[in-house]
């Protein structure tokens, strides 16, 4: 008996060692991280990072280096905390000391693991004050990136909600307020979320400072959202992408001017002018046509606006001219419904969509009105017709195979051939000015027509020279490339928006922003003429 007490009591002993080791490890842990679990280097990093945690204060400095966090691999110093559901992280940043490589990173990041291949999404302040929502979507594929129109913020949040991963931003007093950059992020299970900092300089260690750090976890079910609208701009050689501006409710279909400086896009059933460099929009005087729709466009010596409304013809969509600065509309389709898309080079003829006897198709029409000529007939919906650059094609999509593709004609209507053959279906093709590519919307197979709020693709391909025809054209192998992955669908590229220099195209995202995650930006766009 005597010894079964000693033998408990030795029991008793060791497991009250054994919790007050591990509540001492806890303690340590929260003392030394605050709200985190560990930190560690991600990568291969010649220089070890640290973390500092001043707990009188609340804040993180976090000393990292690594060449860079980018392409198909990552190097910098993590603090982290392993997570499950919806999170949202925010923080005051700021770099530690002047100089270093313009684009050292301090980031707030979820990362499905420490590999440094991981798929992951993080909001990174660059040393240069660029601010943007980075990501790779699929283990070991390449960093793409969203930047933001505001430079060197103040506060940050990244916020996860479901498969989605949204950028919030914030200056001094300002509440944070959605940035207008948004992306899918399939993060599964057990994940992390923290902070971290890279140097983009193997051979140095930076620092930065995290402070009135908020990290809520298990976040409430959405119950209400607000749609918010972003006009992007995307490079072609590189895809990054860049917000132009952002607003609630749906703003559509930009166009860019051939002098390169403006932006004309769709909202409200009016149309507004948008500098390419950012700011407000200002509204373009259409007259009574107050009911436009997204299919617009500009004139080939940029002097003429034309415009699709349905404000009369009981509802029903004409095409019509206005000049660019504004003024009286003047119809030139008789029937009804028509949608314009496209503009001859030479500027004399008009080519839109029109439904008559119950089926869409491709007609032509001159500027200055007259006789309408029909160029296709096959059953099934044709759309989205755009001149090639040297006016000798009509590119547009159909149907007519069982799912939309791209296809393309001779001016006249002849010789109507399928150019792309895939699983997606495949809306709008335009025609960069110098004639080298086509970019495109591309939706998943089972979504039928065009519709909004989907996930979609901008791909691209390059274009197909005319010695390819003559019945070869489907036998031609052209790589299909993806430019950009977006949540939108109609409103995203209805009409031609490259660049005059063929280096960009413009395009609308869309967002469904919780209403309790950020202050809403208000709707800016001007009734001034």
């Known amino acids: 008996m005597k010894m079964q007490k000693i033998y408990v009591f030795a029991l008793l002993l060791l497991t009250a060692c054994w919790l007050a080791s591990s509540c001492d490890a806890a303690l340590r842990a929260s003392t ?77 990041i979820v990362r499905q693991n420490l590999d440094a ?38 506060r940050l949040r990244i916020e996860k909600r479901g498969d989605f991963v949204y950028l ?40 930065a400072t995290f402070a009135n750090v908020h990290l809520a976890e298990n976040l409430a079910l959405v119950a209400k959202t607000t749609l918010y609208s972003t006009l992007e701009r995307v490079a072609i050689d590189s895809t990054d992408r860049s917000v132009v501006y952002v607003a609630p409710g749906r703003s559509e279909a930009p166009n860019w001017l051939r002098d ?17 460099a950012g700011g407000d ?24 606006l034309a415009i699709s409304d349905q404000s009369q013809e009981n509802d029903r969509s004409n095409v019509y001219i206005v000049p660019t600065g504004g003024g009286v509309p003047r119809r030139i389709t008789v029937k009804s419904p028509s949608y314009w898309h496209g503009w001859s080079p030479d500027g004399k003829t008009l080519a839109f969509v029109g439904e008559r006897n119950g089926d869409f198709d491709i007609y032509t029409i001159p500027v200055d009105g007259g006789e309408e000529t029909q160029l296709t007939t096959a059953k099934g919906l044709d759309d989205g017709p755009e001149y090639s650059p040297d006016g000798r094609y009509i590119y547009f999509n159909s149907e007519r195979t069982g799912h939309m593709q791209i296809w393309r004609m001779r001016a006249d209507g002849s010789e109507q051939e399928q ?15 110098d004639g080298k590519w086509i970019v495109f919307l591309s939706y998943d197979a089972d979504v039928k027509g065009h519709l909004e709020n989907k996930d979609v693709m901008l791909r691209m391909m390059p274009l197909i020279e005319e010695k390819a025809l003559a019945g070869k054209l489907m036998s031609v192998k052209v ?42 930006i208000p709707d800016k766009t001007s009734d001034t003429k």
């Not at 207008?180 to 620092?207: F, M, N, Q, W």
């Not at 200002?282 to 003429?304: E, K, M, W, Y």
């Not at 590229?493 to 995202?509: G, H, L, Q, R």
């Open 32 to 108: 030394t991280s605050g709200v985190f679990e560990n930190h560690a280097d991600v990568g291969i990093v010649l220089h070890p990072g640290a973390l500092v945690f001043d707990s009188s204060h609340g804040t993180y400095t976090v000393s990292g280096s690594g060449v860079n966090m980018w392409s198909t691999a990552d190097a910098f110093h993590f603090v982290w905390k392993q997570v499950t559901g919806d999170v949202a992280l925010a923080a005051d940043v700021s770099f530690v000391g002047n100089g270093g490589n313009e684009h050292r990173k301090a980031v707030l």
């Open 117 to 154: 291949d991981s798929v992951y999404a993080d909001v990174a302040l660059h040393g240069n004050s660029l601010t943007a929502l980075q990501y790779r979507d699929e283990k070991g594929a390449a960093t793409h990136e969203v930047q933001s129109n505001v430079s060197g913020p103040r």
């Open 168 to 207: 919030f931003l914030g200056d001094g007093d300002q509440a944070l307020h959605y940035s207008g950059a948004s992306i899918r992020i399939p993060l599964r299970g057990t994940y992390y979320v923290g902070i971290g900092v890279c140097s983009h300089d193997k051979d140095v260690v930076e620092k």
């Open 260 to 276: 390169g400086t403006t932006f004309l896009f769709n909202r409200g059933g009016r149309l507004y002018r948008l500098p390419v």
């Open 281 to 304: 929009p200002t509204l373009i005087d259409t007259g009574f046509a107050i009911r436009c729709n997204n299919d617009h466009g500009v004139s080939p010596d940029q002097t003429l």
């Open 419 to 433: 150019i792309v053959n895939d699983a997606w279906n495949d809306w709008f093709p335009h025609i960069s000015p």
């Open 479 to 520: 790589v299909i490339s993806v430019v950009a992955k977006l949540f939108g669908g109609q409103g995203t590229i209805n009409v031609p928006s490259w660049s005059p220099d063929s280096k960009e195209v413009a395009f609308v995202s869309y967002a469904l922003v919780p209403d309790e995650s950020a202050e809403k």
